[in-house]
């Protein structure tokens, strides 16, 4: 108790003459706040409820994560880039040396040469069925033929797309009939080289992965959710990864436990500014609830507690009133508010411990 007093005793001192109180209020003029260096603020409007921390690690999208192999086996001639590379979309990866591709041009030119001619056939018996020269049944041979050839050479033609071929080349090929030497491994999309899995110098099977690639415009949010906590949250609520600030929605929510840490996983999607954040990596998060009426946010050291409720002081004509609080959690910018203030009200942010000490003290005196 004395030290209470002693403590008090320096707080009147640096008010020059003690503040008057009359139960929730503390009558106190401008002078005295300045001595005690108190600082006021209106409280920020949210619209998330704060409910609980969970840890995460952040992930890709499938359908954003790409391997880049070969159609066909060969000898890797040269690789153009190197892991964390940024790449666009149909940029050379990497070139092969492959008589596999060397054969699939070849096919391809004598199924041109084929169609070339099945065609010419069909021109020339249409022309000769009219003139009546020959019968229906001839035209019709011809014309399956024709269609048989047709369709070997689209078959061969999407073949070589599936290679990387541009349609320029093609259209080169077709023209001058000259094969590319080289099998060209190009980007699917514009993203960052996350893996390469060969050198230069190395031979490679057929399909065998030379690259990962993947685009980092959107990234998953994996959450291990206690069981027991999976009753506050529901899809469309929001998270917020702690330290830089970047928040997502919730789009999924499991349905089996894990086993060993009796966790649920809770996956949200960022597709906003997600270039600080890194595939593997682990975070902490903060989950809000969205609610339905407006919320306040104050910083931490605005809110005290006194026996069994929260409290602040909020300005008023003639000093500060105490008013009791109920809060709805706390985040990385404050504590929460659900009742307790208004959008207009302006609250200590700072001198609260000293207003406080005043309030108690006095409150016994009384």
């Known amino acids: 108790m004395k030290n209470r007093i002693l403590k008090t005793s320096s707080i009147l001192i640096t008010l020059m003459s003690a503040p008057v109180f ?40 499938p359908s954003l994560d790409f391997i880049v192999s070969t159609s066909h086996a060969g000898l890797i001639d040269r690789i153009e880039v190197s892991s964390g590379e940024s790449v666009q979309k149909g940029q050379l990866l990497a070139r092969l040396f492959s008589p596999g591709f060397l054969e699939l ?121 206690p069981q ?21 929605k919730i789009i999924l929510i499991g349905r089996n436990v894990d086993i060993e840490s009796q966790s649920v996983l809770v996956r949200a999607v960022i597709d906003e500014n997600p270039e600080v954040l890194r595939p593997g990596q682990n975070v902490s998060v903060q989950l809000f609830k969205q609610t339905p009426h407006s919320l306040y946010r104050v910083p931490a050291a605005s809110v005290f507690r006194s026996g069994k409720g929260s409290f602040l002081f909020a300005r008023t004509a003639t000093g500060f009133e105490v008013r009791k609080v109920i809060t709805a959690g706390h985040d990385s910018a404050g504590t929460v508010l659900e009742s307790g203030v208004s959008a207009n009200d302006q609250l200590v942010i700072k001198g609260t411990a000293a207003l406080k000490l005043l309030w108690l003290e006095m409150g016994e005196a009384e």
């Not at 390469?196 to 190395?202: E, P, S, V």
């Not at 999976?230 to 830089?244: A, R, T, V």
């Open 22 to 61: 009359s139960a929730d209020q503390l009558f106190v003029n401008p002078q005295q706040i300045d001595n005690l260096g108190i600082q006021l603020a209106k409280p920020e409007i949210v619209i998330k409820s704060p409910l609980f921390r969970a840890p995460a690690k952040i992930s890709i999208p």
């Open 105 to 225: 041009q070849r096919d391809f030119l004598s199924a041109l040469s084929e169609q070339e001619m099945s065609a010419m056939r069909l021109e020339h018996d249409e022309m000769l069925f009219k003139e009546g020269v020959i019968s229906k049944h001839r035209l019709i041979e011809t014309r399956v033929k024709f269609n048989k050839y047709n369709m070997l050479y689209k078959e061969h033609k999407q073949l070589l797309r599936m290679t990387g071929m541009s349609e320029a080349e093609l259209s080169q090929l077709t023209r001058k009939h000259n094969l590319h030497s080289y099998l060209k491994l190009l980007s699917p999309i514009d993203g960052v080289i996350l893996e390469t899995k060969m050198l230069a110098g190395q031979r490679v099977e057929k399909l065998v992965p030379v690259f990962r690639v993947a685009s980092l415009k959107k990234l998953y949010v994996e959450l291990a959710v």
């Open 228 to 248: 027991e906590k999976l009753s506050e949250i529901s899809i469309g609520d929001h998270i917020e990864i702690e330290k830089n600030g970047l928040q997502g």
